[in-house]
């Protein structure tokens, strides 16, 4: 069975055709066309060794509290400066450091959970993220769900019919998206199949190879047809999304962009990433994990920290020059947001690794970012005496009480302010609609990382998917 014909059985072909309906009867609509690729770095990053802090004394106390581990301020393997800023990059990234240089990329410094809600259990701090509730882990949706749905139902903006609107890129559905029913869930979209007995559409048996091994596939959307049950939906979507997998995925895919993409984990989902979005299928969001970074010992092992962190930085910066050198408006519409659960502490443990913090950072990627700037209010490294890191009194205002949390970069930014500017300002969502994604946050206040939505003109959704689907 071919592409057009397939589609036109299943439910791709009804959600493709409802997409070009709505496309008409809403012709006065403007939907939102706002791509968000949401990045969570499990275990917990080191972003002090990130970014490294080099203004005033706060590189001294990050240095005699790091003795093995403290990336140098000057020197072999020094961090390379940020212009105007008490900060420089690791070594091992610069391609992040080009992404800022061209106002692409933001910083937002000790930002993380309220350092009175912090918890240093990965499972724990995770879901106060996740679900969008810090001090709570009972929360019975994701914030990323209740986003979907703000957008999908109470405010309008995305289409009446949706196909692929969430790609997880993982095993599970994260937290995040708790509650949601619109996502797919897939490690990568060359291995997404349904594989069962002999019509698997990869199954490799010469009798089997070509048009034969398709016959019972083929024949499943006629019998979830006969039913309305949301189990036959269910199914019925599940073919679709492996229709377009199968058909249009290209496994050999080397992007756009001059930046080639090279063959690290991260470097190849978000190479996966930037294939569906450019499918037109109307995905909104993407989830991805980057892991093992949860350094209690040897960090100073390059394949503990450096060269994940370079592997990253390589991976983001092919990702967005792929976007920005491909035909469409893909990387107008599209923003990075990457997180992690907490930071490290700043003294490194007998183990040259660090253990769990609290404040970090976060990264902001994308055209619509004001880049090139540091966010957020820098609360110091000033160690205080009680430990003997030092023995005199902060120079700043003369205490000798810690600046630190616990040992830990404090947290001076809740990171919803983060997330709620991204709703508003890229979403659309208003008021309401955005303290139903972070209920119990109160006190919102624009930092001015993202660039208020300003032309309605540039939302209609108008990708191509839909209406070569429907021929």
Known sequence: MKRRQFLKSSALGTLAGGLAVSQTVHAGTSYNEEILVYIFLRGGIDGCNLVVPLGDKDHEYYSLMRPVLA?????????????????????RVSPLKDLYDDKRLAIIQAVGTPDELASRSHFDAEKYIELGTPGMVGTPTGWLHRHFFSMSDTLGLYPPEIFMPIVAFRNNPPSSLLGNNSSLTVWSPQQFRLDNAHWRWNYQEPEWVGEKGLMQLEMLPDIYNLSASEVSHAGDQALAAEALLRENFDPDYVGAGDIAYEGSDIGNQLRDVAQMIKLDAGGRVFTLDYGFFDSHADQNNPDNYDNLVADLSRALSSFMDDLEKSAGPYADRTTVIIQSEFGRRLFENNSQGTDHGNG???????????????????PGLYPGTEDDWVDYANPKNGSTDPELFEGALATTTDFRQVLSEYLEHRGQHTPASRKYVFPGFSGYSPLGIFKPMANPDDMIFNGGFESTASE
């Open 71 to 91: 990336i140098p301020d000057s020197g072999e393997g020094a961090a390379i400066p940020i212009a105007a800023e008490p900060f420089g990059f690791h070594p």
């Open 360 to 378: 970090n950072l976060m990264m902001v990627l994308g055209k619509n970012v004001n880049g090139g700037k540091i966010y957020g209010n820098w």
